[in-house]
């Protein structure tokens, strides 16, 4: 452990201040909220947005897309550990308060983690509407507190000066290096709150951060330094020796609220990520829940949150103490950060027209932060850190092990299907008894084929069209619809006997329902028919 001297605090306060900055308020909120899929983020929205003819080779290509899939898969890792030790340290608020309750830490870390998975499947919409107020109350709590630590030391303010980090490292040079795995843990949600977009959207996740959640950080964490330049020998828990004795007992219950809610963040984050890796076909089919009737983003994945559960819950029973679980914590997510800053440039320059100058500035300057943390949480595998690799890794080869056996069983598939053109010789050499009526083949090929029956009748053939279609379900109508005008269908001046059949596949079932209905769908159907 560091001595807590003037260089030592005002240098790690510095370094977080501008870890902030640079991190989640530039690198995020600037620049990766900007590159979003339909309104979806996360490392899978960057790979859906890289050109399959991005003007590079193959190989390179297949190597951004196997990095995007390590990056996500050090983000699983990641969520299991978010909820774990954010409670834990809430709760062990409770052997400052009363260490005689030292002993029922663990068991009431583990209650409050299975009651905040059981109500995830109510929706973010309404857990944002009943924490919401908690979440305010927290922050400026947060800042009323740091600021009575700053009134005993208003020098800790120096560390916003760049200059204090820089000497920092000077005086304590491999031990000052080894200490940024601890300074890291400030920008940890980075990662998950780009994987919310889709819950929350770009804008109202910039004007929290901006207007309530950094300020508020920031002068809380400033407040810790200064009661440690007051009181070096304050030991750990800084942040509950803030308040005066009266309000510990309230402060560990806000605490565990408000880390409930923080983890909400990071659940919310692995459901996009699982419902993305499933659309791209890189995990089994897993049933989605849609929570929201007006965001299409806002869903619950059942299988999904019981596996972070139990995940979670074991964690704790393991290490016992969020001390122990912050070396674990770093790694996977540092990882998954500098894999997001490379995916990033590669977007950038194909799909936001940047020039190689400023796509390159943005890479290497990010990139040095984000190695630069990475080196030292490297550091922390042998003390647990291998954990979510481990459990990174297993993702791994489960999203490309399942990707490679269901290219093959689709190759298989396409070779033993008969043509279109096969069916219909059949339909026109063998007496089969038809029904008026549009007949609908569910198939992932785009196709259409005008023919002309045994008598004469003249008949127009469209196949499934399979393809993604969009945030809502009124919007898949509409390109249906278009896609269909433009074909010359009814609707959109051409044969005036001719109508649309409008309708929807079943994301967990496969089975077509109507359209009016508000659901998630995989694809459109849309077959033309001509009356007689």
Not at 406 to 428: N, S, W
């Amino acid at each position: 452990p560091m001595t807590p001297s003037e260089t030592n605090v005002l240098g790690i306060l510095s370094l977080a201040f501008w870890a902030l900055v640079l991190v989640i308020s530039l690198k995020y909120m600037g620049f990766v909220l900007r590159a979003d899929n339909r309104g979806e983020g996360g490392t899978f929205a960057l790979l859906a947005l890289l050109r399959p003819d991005g003007g590079s080779g193959r190989t390179r290509r297949r190597a951004l897309i196997l990095l995007g899939l390590l990056g996500a898969s050090f983000l699983f890792g990641g969520a299991i550990i978010t909820p774990a030790i954010s409670v834990l340290s809430a709760v062990e608020g409770l052997r400052i308060a009363a260490p005689s309750l030292s002993g029922a830490v663990i068991p009431i870390t583990v209650g409050i983690l299975i009651a905040l998975f059981a109500v995830q499947r109510h929706g973010t919409a309404r857990v944002g509407a009943a924490f919401g107020p908690v979440m305010v109350t927290w922050f400026l709590v947060l800042a009323v507190l740091g600021i009575r630590g700053i009134l005993q030391e208003p020098r800790v303010l120096l560390a916003v000066n760049p200059w204090y980090a820089v000497r920092f490292f000077l005086e304590n040079g491999w031990q000052g290096y080894l200490v940024l795995y601890a300074v890291f843990l400030v920008t940890t949600g980075g990662e998950a709150l780009y994987a919310d977009l889709g819950h929350f959207s770009r804008t109202p996740i910039r004007k929290a951060w901006f207007a309530i959640v950094l300020p508020c950080l920031l002068i809380n964490y400033f407040g810790q330094g200064a009661m440690l330049l007051a009181h070096p020998s304050a030991g750990d828990h800084l942040f509950f020796q803030l308040a005066p004795e009266w309000g510990v007992y309230p402060l560990v219950i806000l605490a565990s609220a408000a880390t409930c809610i923080a983890s909400q963040a990071v659940i919310t984050g692995a459901f996009s990520l699982a419902r993305q890796a499933i659309q791209l076909g890189h995990l089994p089919r897993l049933r989605v829940q849609q929570t929201s009737a007006v965001s299409h983003g806002q869903i619950y994945l059942p299988a999904a949150n019981w596996f972070l559960m139990t995940a979670a819950v074991a964690l704790v029973l393991a290490f016992r103490s969020s001390g122990s679980l912050a070396a674990a914590y770093g790694v996977a997510v540092n990882s998954a950060m500098a894999i997001t800053t490379v995916l990033a440039f590669n977007v950038a320059r194909e799909r936001g027209g940047w020039g190689l100058p400023a796509a390159l500035t943005f890479l290497l300057g990010f990139l040095l932060v984000d190695v630069g943390f990475l080196g030292s949480n490297a550091m922390q595998i042998p003390h647990g850190g291998w954990f979510p690799l481990l459990i990174g890794v297993t993702f791994f080869t489960l999203m490309t092990t399942w990707h490679r056996g269901a290219y093959m069983l689709a190759e298989h598939i396409a070779r033993i299907t008969p043509t279109l053109q096969t069916f219909l010789g059949r339909v026109r050499s063998e007496a089969i008894a038809r029904v008026p009526g549009a007949a609908i083949f569910v198939t992932g090929r785009l196709e259409q084929r005008q023919y002309e029956t045994n008598d004469g009748e003249k008949r127009s053939v469209v196949e499934v069209i399979a393809d993604e279609i969009g945030p809502s379900l009124r919007w898949a109508r509409a390109e249906v619809e278009r896609i269909a005008r433009d074909s010359g269908g009814a609707g959109g001046g051409g044969n005036s006997g001719g109508g649309i059949a409008v309708f929807a596949i079943d994301q967990e079932t496969g089975k077509i329902k109507p359209t009016g209905q508000q659901f998630e769908v995989d694809a459109a159907v849309c077959v033309k028919f001509l009356k007689k």
